[in-house]
Structure formats: structure tokens, C-alpha cells
């Protein structure tokens, strides 16, 4: 239905006006010129606390934290100087106050109406608890993921640090052992080859120590055989200690032969029990 249909009287108007004014779900305030409030809506007053009479002719200000009051009349002046349609505060968070002296977030947007000559002001209030209350929580949320994220990364960088001077110890070990291994390998090739000389040494030692006292064993058997017709008992007495010290010397070299075959594993020892002679 078009308002051709319905046409409006000036009464009718201004009945639709108050009526949208006083039930709007925000607060609606209206200043003069000099900032005093000449009209304040229902929910404006659900909102501060006070009643209608008790704001007109009140200034704006009185909605305002007492320290920001001062700074809001200077902002107040260059508004109606230069009045255009916007929103206060950008960039910044602002307060009102309630007749009970209590503070909350608002969201404030500027309108003006000239009558006669005369710059009217219209405030509308936007009480943002709620939103700054999420926002705070989105803030916390925000601000503990990042000290989460903060301390996985920091654990993770000492994981890495621990892991990196691990591997490092590791491979120190590594090299250590890899060290010790070729010294151990050194140490056995010159054992083997001191005892390749050693075996050697006794081979050669087996055979020209054998010579010389076969030798010395063979003149003594001689010089016995000569002295069987004389019968010199004082020459048969050196040639039986000549005889004698040979066979110690034999003796001797069968020991030392049999001993360094004994450490190359060529003789296998063969344990028994002796009866002990008492």
C-alpha cells in the first residue's frame, strides 16, 4: 500500500516520528547548538539511568566519564563548527557513564538537522559491552594460542639443540671409537709382528745354539774315548762336567723352544693330577 492511498496529516507525522524515536532499540540523544540535550528517547534512558525531564537541558558532557569531559567540549565546538554525518571515535575506544556513576563501551554515529537557522545534533548510542566482552575473550583466546605457540616453538628449538648436541656427542664417540679401534689394530699388528720376530729369534736361536753344543758335546765324547787308556781320572772329571753343563745347556734351550711354542698355541697343555711324595 502506497501513502497515496493513506495520506498523512502533519499530526499523523509527528506521532510516527516520536513514535520511532522513543521505541528504537538504540539510544537516540538530541543537542542544540550549545550541546544541550533537548530530546533523549526511552532506550537513551534504559541505557544512563536517567529520565527524560531529568536530562533536558542538561549538557551532553554529563553523559561522559568525568575525565573526558573537557576534551569532549573542545571536540564538541569543532563538530558544530564543520557538522557532517559520521562516527566518533575512530580509531578509538569510547565510554559513557551512567547516572550511577558507571562506565561501559559505546559506539557513537553523528547525524545534524538545521531548523531556522539553528544546528541540531543527533547522538546515536550504541552499548558495545557485549561485543568487547567477546572481543576481550577473542583476545585471550589470540593471546594464549600465541604464548602456546611461543612455548612449542621454544621446546621445539631445545628439542633440536638437545638432538643436534647428541648427534654431536655421537659422532665424537664415533670418532673416538673409530680411533681407538685403528690403535687397537695398530697395537695387534706390532704384537704379531714382535711376535713373528720373536718366533723367528728362537728358530735361529734353536738352531745356532744347537750347532755349538753339539759340537762341544761331540769333542767332550772324543776326549772321554782318548782318555780310556790313560784312565786320568782328573780328565775324566772335566770332560763329565763338560758333559754335564752341555746337557744343562740342551735342557735349558728345550724349555725356552717348548715355552715359545707353548704362547704361539703349537703345544697343547695337557693338565693331570701327580700325586704328591711325602
Known amino acids: 500500500m502506497s501513502s497515496k492511498n493513506y495520506p498523512l496529516n502533519n499530526i499523523d507525522s509527528i506521532e510516527q516520528f516520536e513514535a520511532l524515536f ?20 526511552k532506550y537513551a534512558e534504559t541505557q544512563f539511568g536517567y529520565t527524560k525531564e531529568e536530562m533536558l537541558g542538561e549538557v551532553v558532557d554529563k553523559l561522559l566519564p568525568r575525565n573526558t569531559q573537557d576534551r569532549h567540549v ?15 571515535g575512530h580509531g578509538r575506544d569510547l565510554f559513557a557513564q ?24 543527533i547522538a546515536f548510542v550504541i552499548d558495545i559491552t557485549v561485543r568487547k566482552a567477546q572481543e576481550a575473550i577473542v583476545t585471550g583466546q589470540t593471546k594464549e594460542l600465541e604464548r602456546v605457540t611461543a612455548e612449542i616453538k621454544s621446546m621445539n628449538y631445545e628439542l633440536e639443540q638437545k638432538v643436534e648436541d647428541r648427534t654431536k656427542m655421537l659422532r665424537e664417540a664415533l670418532s673416538e671409537l ?21 718366533s723367528r729369534f728362537v728358530t735361529v736361536a734353536s738352531h745356532e745354539f744347537r750347532t755349538p753344543l753339539s759340537t762341544i758335546l761331540s769333542s767332550a765324547y772324543l776326549l772321554d774315548k782318548y782318555n780310556e787308556g790313560k784312565a786320568d781320572q782328573k780328565i775324566s772329571k772335566h770332560i763329565h762336567r763338560i758333559q754335564g753343563a752341555v746337557d744343562g745347556m740342551k735342557n735349558i734351550l728345550e724349555d725356552f723352544l717348548s715355552l715359545g711354542k707353548m704362547e704361539e698355541g703349537l703345544v697343547q697343555k695337557n693338565i693331570e693330577q701327580v700325586p704328591a711324595h711325602t
Open 22 to 41: 522513543n521505541f528504537a532499540t538504540i539510544g537516540i540523544v538530541v543537542t542544540d547548538n550549545c550541546g544541550k540535550i533537548i530530546n533523549f528517547n
Open 74 to 88: 573542545k571536540y564538541r565546538e569543532q563538530y558544530y563548527q564543520h557538522p557532517e554525518p559520521r562516527i566518533m
Open 98 to 121: 551512567t547516572k550511577a556513576g558507571e562506565t561501559f563501551p559505546v559506539e557513537v554515529s553523528l547525524s545534524y538537522y538545521t531548523i531556522n537557522g539553528q544546528t541540531y545534533v
Open 178 to 198: 673409530e680411533k681407538s679401534k685403528e690403535e687397537l689394530s695398530a697395537a695387534l699388528e706390532k704384537e704379531r709382528e714382535l711376535n713373528e720376530l720373536k
